[in-house]
């Protein structure tokens, strides 16, 4: 489904990704493991199209998105790619219905068809109690969820979680780590999560362990 090929990145002296290959199935579940600086956020946010590396491509199923003009990139990310971060960046001003519906909105729905799609997403997720709520008043693991709804709201091929994780108590990194395996049995999505929590590594599909900018060894089961 993605192919990744030689890709490297610098800021500056240093050099963040040097010369990185990987293919991502569809339907997998891929953690991206390793040190602190190792190049994992760099390599996820080059993936999702959120930065540019300095040299190789990146295809999703045989297009190369990094040829696309801006605007264009933007759309594609937008109908094909959902992020979920550490923290959970809704917006406080909005409620749980409306921080779910935006993106669906941004790309061209109707706010009718957009409210829908994120009623039956909240529903899905065990937050329909919760649906008018801002997310000052909802708890970390509600706001985690609703986060995850934001990002399949658009339906897209590919969810990339950056430590969605890592902010919540082991009660709710659990329940979270459950629901991407159901979401990838219900829905058919494809998540690249990079972490830290060793559980949730050793229970995805492939382990791609980074160090100093490179791809040190691939583990798992496919």
């Known amino acids: 489904m993605i192919k990744v090929r030689d890709i490297s990145k610098s800021y500056d002296n240093l050099k963040v990704l040097d010369g990185i290959n990987l293919d991502i199935n569809r339907g997998e579940v891929v953690s991206i493991v390793g040190p602190s600086g190792a190049g994992k956020t760099t390599l996820l946010q080059i993936i999702g199209t959120l930065d540019r590396p300095d040299s190789g491509t990146v295809t999703y199923e045989g ?16 109908s094909n790619i959902g992020f979920v971060f ?113 559980s949730l590594a050793e229970e995805c599909d492939r382990v791609i362990h980074m160090r100093d900018g490179r791809i040190t060894d691939i583990t798992g089961r496919r």
């Not at 297009?63 to 937008?78: G, I, Q, T, W, Y």
């Not at 008018?132 to 590919?158: D, F, I, M, W, Y």
Request: glycine content about 6%; proline content about 4%; charged content about 30%.
């Open 63 to 78: 297009e190369d998105v990094l040829s696309m003009k801006d605007r264009s990139l933007a759309r594609f990310r937008n």
């Open 86 to 198: 550490q923290f959970h960046h809704l917006l406080p001003e909005f409620t749980m219905l409306e921080n779910v519906a935006l993106p669906a909105m941004i790309g061209g729905k109707k706010r009718d068809e957009a409210f829908a799609m994120a009623r039956k997403l909240i529903d899905y997720l065990g937050l329909a109690d919760r649906r008018s709520h801002k997310p000052g008043e909802l708890s970390g693991g509600e706001r985690q969820r609703a986060a995850v709804a934001r990002a399949l709201v658009n339906n897209p091929r590919v969810v990339l979680a950056d430590e969605p994780s890592g902010s919540l108590d082991s009660h709710n990194r659990h329940e979270l780590h459950r629901l991407f395996f159901d979401l990838r049995r219900d829905m058919g999505q494809t998540f690249v999560i990079v972490t830290h929590d060793e």
